[in-house]
């Protein structure tokens, strides 16, 4: 499938699917490279997918509807465009709203992990392990998305280890944190930002070392 070419509407197989992702993942693969050599285009698209997130969040409610929400985003695209005084002068429209989609599915994948969750906390507790890894990104985005986010569940007391990579959609940077949340609160305890990888991985570490 080409890059410029529109996708059939509906995800009736698993082929139609992992098509569509690959697609997700190329379009990332492209927009996020440019932050390196070309700033303005980069930050344009960048804003345009995180403005395209609210209108995909009401649209878009499970996986089989990213195919038919593609062109209506298109439009919604140069809509908000339009609002926001974003100029449109060398973007690529189709490569923005794809990686928005692709990090809508990504939404929508965190959203149906609770099963999966529950399993890998079972097997965990049965090996002996003090703590068990939730949710990890997906591979094949690593380094070409927006956000990652890993979640370790610590067995003993509940408390969720939240580590995340974001991109300053200012500046291209990446943003660095880590979230406590103890037990089933949904406020954290704890919030941790920074510019600097390898403290990011040392402070985490002795967070995780400290909870035993």
């Given at each position: ?31 996020y490279?440019?932050?390196l ?32 929400i ?28 794809d990686?928005a ?32 890894p ?17 979640v ?5 007391s ?13 500046t291209?940077?990446?943003?660095f ?36």
């Amino acid at each position: 499938m080409e890059m410029n070419e529109v996708p059939p509407a509906g995800l009736d197989s698993g082929d139609a699917l992992a098509a569509l992702v690959v697609r997700f993942t190329e379009a990332e693969r492209q927009l996020y490279p440019l932050a390196l050599v070309d700033p303005d285009i980069y930050q344009r698209s960048v804003r345009l997918v995180g403005l395209l997130g609210d209108f995909l969040s009401e649209r878009a409610l499970n996986v089989n509807d990213l195919a038919s929400i593609r062109v209506p985003a298109l439009a919604r695209l140069h809509g908000v465009a339009s609002s926001q005084g974003i100029v449109l002068t060398n973007l690529d429209d189709q490569l923005i709203v794809d990686a928005a989609l692709a990090q809508h599915y990504r939404v929508l994948l965190a959203q149906g992990v609770d099963d999966e969750a529950e399993m890998i906390t079972d097997r965990a507790r049965a090996a002996g392990e003090k703590w068990a890894p939730i949710q990890t990104p997906d591979n094949g985005t690593l380094g070409f998305a927006m956000s990652h986010q890993w979640v370790d569940l610590h067995l003993s007391s509940g408390t969720r280890l939240v580590r995340s990579v974001d991109v300053d959609q200012a500046t291209g940077s990446p943003i660095f944190r880590i979230e406590v949340y103890p037990g089933s609160q949904l406020e954290a305890s704890l919030v941790l930002e920074m510019n600097n990888r390898q403290e990011w991985l040392d402070e985490a570490e002795a967070i995780r070392a400290d909870m035993g």
